[in-house]
């Protein structure tokens, strides 16, 4: 690390996001010194990110950093860091299952994982919280890591190498205030997290039709206040505590699918719309969706694969439940993702 010679970074699109890929051993130990760096590097704050790597939305203002695991059971670890573009905010408060799809060819890029033949699994410990274990596995042939391919996936407009994400269960409840409806600001709603604190609205209940625009829904300035007294009712509700300067919990919209789905949603990211949906955000809303007795419960839901309709397209999970009622937990899900190295190089942060 050397503010003289620059900081290693690669930047890869992971998933529907984009971000900078770090070794630990290239950051500060130290946790605030680590996050000043990173805002320097990042452009932060500043809504266009001018002077940094970040792009000026929270898609493309994130970090991943990445080191070998200290447990025998992962091969790596993954922290999680998403940079506020206009604030000096630096949040490990949620993971991020789109830049999770690049830690696995990062980490094999850097020598931390070998490739072993045509798919190589590489076992993730995902740090943020909720800890929790992932296996991705991605295409090697040759040793190398293959980004090419025929996989498509919306929210990321060409195609390439496909990435399974499979996700164990961890036996705890989806429902963290312990109840299926919760009441903030006169509104009925759901807190869910199977791996993102998420909060479930229905569109009729704001007087929307739920496949808004995300730049209409930007601009209606009454409902994102509204949706912020929400949020932070339901974090303190959620065990989050206050939330004013965390990215979760997001907020979901939903209404009934129009293209055959399960659902039609627009994900407040909390501040922004999300142009798709979060990889375990969308977890979450299906595990919404499948649990009767929650505000958006579909008796009609049926087997999956499960598709979550957003403003670009839908969001395919494979997911399997456990338990009933507030006791509800995740059994599993897969994903499907892509990833593509970007860049790889050096990067000089400002020093003011
Ligand atoms: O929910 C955006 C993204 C995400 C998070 C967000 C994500 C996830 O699309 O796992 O991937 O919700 O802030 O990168």
């Known amino acids: 690390m050397s503010a003289e010679h620059g900081i290693p970074v690669m930047v890869l699109r992971g998933g529907s996001s984009k971000g900078a890929y770090f070794l630990a051993e290239d950051l500060p130990a130290d946790p605030a010194e680590r996050d000043d760096l990173i805002l320097r590097l990042m452009g932060s ?19 991943a950093i990445v080191s070998p695991s200290s447990t025998p059971d992962a091969d790596v670890d993954y922290l999680f860091l998403q940079v506020v573009p206009d604030r000096p905010v630096v ?3 949620q993971t991020c299952g789109n830049l999770l ?53 919306a929210g990321a407009p060409f195609p390439a190498a496909p990435i399974r994400l499979e996700f164990p269960g ?54 994102r206040e509204r949706l912020e007294r929400v949020r932070l009712e339901a974090g303190t509700a959620m065990g989050l505590g206050d939330v004013a300067d965390r990215t979760v919990p997001k907020l979901s919209i939903c ?22 949906i979060g990889v375990l955000g969308a977890v979450s809303v299906v595990t919404g969706v499948l649990t009767e007795g929650t505000v958006v419960f579909d008796a009609a839901a049926g087997g999956g694969p499960y598709l979550v309709e957003h403003p670009t397209g839908a969001f395919e999970a494979e997911l399997a439940l456990a338990g009933t009622g507030a006791a509800t937990s995740l059994a599993s899900s897969t994903v499907v993702r892509t990833a593509r190295k970007l860049l790889d190089g050096r990067t000089w942060p400002r020093t003011a």
């Not at 800890?131 to 190398?144: D, K, Q, Y």
């Not at 998420?198 to 569109?203: F, G, K």
């Not at 209404?255 to 798709?276: D, K, M, N, Q, Y």
Request: aromatic share 4%.
């Open 45 to 63: 704050p500043d809504a266009r990110q001018i002077d940094g790597l970040g792009g000026g939305h929270p898609l493309t203002s994130k970090v």
């Open 255 to 276: 209404s009934p699918a129009r293209h055959g789905g399960l659902v039609t949603t627009r994900t407040f990211i909390p501040h922004r719309v999300h142009e798709a």
């Open 91 to 93: 949040s490990d408060a």
């Open 101 to 153: 799809a690049g830690v696995g060819p990062f980490a094999i890029e850097r020598g931390l994982v070998a490739a072993t033949g045509e798919v190589t699994p590489v076992r993730i410990r995902i740090v943020n919280p909720v800890p929790n274990l992932v296996t991705a596995h991605l295409e090697t042939p040759g040793g190398r890591v293959r980004y090419d391919g025929d996989a498509e996936m």
């Open 170 to 223: 961890d036996g705890r409840s989806a429902f963290p205030t312990g109840r299926l409806v919760d009441r903030f600001d006169g509104l009925d709603v759901t807190c869910v997290d199977a791996g993102m604190p998420v909060v479930l609205l229905r569109a009729g209940d704001l007087a929307l039709a739920g496949d808004e625009s995300p730049a209409d829904l930007e601009a209606d300035a009454a409902l």
